[in-house]
């Protein structure tokens, strides 16, 4: 029996390809057993694990930053703790492989595997190689990426291409059912506004200044993030602070969405072919990720100064004025990432090669 340990948290970036490559193994080798660990400091991943029936335990972790900060201090000795105690777990579970998508919580996991000999997998999923990732590679068995790009990262005696894991639930809702599931209008069209599984504050406070413009001409579903959302009251607006099946509703009735440029969020778009106006965090690895988008004509993009609510409405009206630029944007997304990513990772990991 295949015993799988998944680490990952801290953003919904570094769990949900985790859960779809899951769904993989599980479909391929159903009595498979996993085992999930996060960090400490992150709901999200605990939640998410028990959602899909995984079960979940926290260690230590010391985030790894490339930048200077006092709790920087005390990162080497939260990993070290991290490290015993997956020591512990590794010791009680015994995986027989260990799965990472670039979490900080995967390089005590991970250095504590190698210790008991574990393949490690580790996958990059951004344009920019994670520090993680970096750390962990010369430890892993094998390393998957994302995008072309992230081949000259990493050896290439190790690494593959597979494009970035989604899970394949997202392709399964009808319209009428995702219509009916909103109450949605059907002459009327939809944004998707989704903020990253914690919810994106600049998102979130230009959607509700808009809101009572964008009401007037179109419907609105707003994934707010956990204690984030507002009671406003607009008919055609619909707020959620998160959704997990569900999702698939939302993607399959949006005629645009608005988003950060996690990779997460961009492969969910591209293998949909969704039309997308995003706002990366500003001087982070996600204005990488929108810069690669963007290149291949994607998507659109507001960096900076330019994420006020003058420029988002302007890009939104844009959009939905012209279906040619829909279109488009639609044909050139779908074709940065492979729909089937999470099956080649997955066959990858069975077969342990």
Request: net charge positive; charged share 20%.
């Amino acid at each position: 029996m295949l015993k799988v340990l998944l680490v990952g948290g801290g953003t919904g970036g570094s769990i949900t390809p985790l859960l779809a490559v899951q769904a993989e193994i599980k479909k391929e080798n159903p009595e498979t057993q996993f085992f999930f660990i996060g960090p400490r400091t992150d709901d999200l991943a605990k939640n998410l694990a028990e959602k899909f029936g995984i079960p979940y335990q926290s260690i230590h972790a010391g985030k790894l930053r490339r930048y200077f900060d006092i709790k920087n201090l005390a990162s080497p000795f939260l990993v070290m703790l991290g490290f015993l105690e997956s020591l512990k777990i590794i010791w009680q579970f015994k995986p027989d492989v260990v799965i990472s998508a670039g979490s900080f919580a995967a390089v005590p996991v991970g250095m504590a595997g190698w210790v008991f000999r574990i393949p490690l997998f580790i996958h990059q999923q951004d344009v920019i190689p994670s520090l993680t990732n970096l750390i962990l590679s010369p430890f892993a068995h094998k390393i998957t990426v994302a995008l072309p790009s992230s081949l000259a990262d990493f050896s290439s005696k190790k690494t593959i291409l597979t494009g970035n894991p989604v899970r394949k639930d997202i392709f399964d809702a009808s319209l009428d059912k995702s219509r009916d599931f909103f109450s949605l209008k059907q002459d009327m069209p939809v944004i998707l506004v989704l903020g990253g599984g914690k919810g994106a504050f600049l998102i979130n406070r230009l959607i509700y200044s808009l809101i009572p413009r964008l009401a007037s001409f179109c419907q609105i579903i707003h994934l707010t993030g956990k204690n984030k959302s507002q009671s406003l009251g607009y008919e055609n607006y619909h707020q959620f602070e998160f959704l997990t099946s569900e999702i698939a509703f939302a993607y399959r009735a949006a005629d645009i969405v608005v988003c950060r440029a996690g990779m997460g969020t961009l492969s969910e778009i591209s293998v949909l072919g969704k039309p997308a106006i995003v706002l990366p965090i500003a001087n982070s690895h996600q204005e990488a990720n929108a810069q690669y988008f963007l290149r291949k004509k994607a998507i659109r993009a507001l960096f900076g100064p330019e994420q006020n609510k003058k420029k988002l409405l302007e890009e939104i009206k844009l959009l939905i004025k012209n279906p040619y630029l829909r279109q488009q944007l639609s044909q050139n997304i779908k074709k940065i990432i492979h729909p089937d990513a999470a099956s080649k990772i997955a066959k990858l990991i069975i077969c342990k090669k």
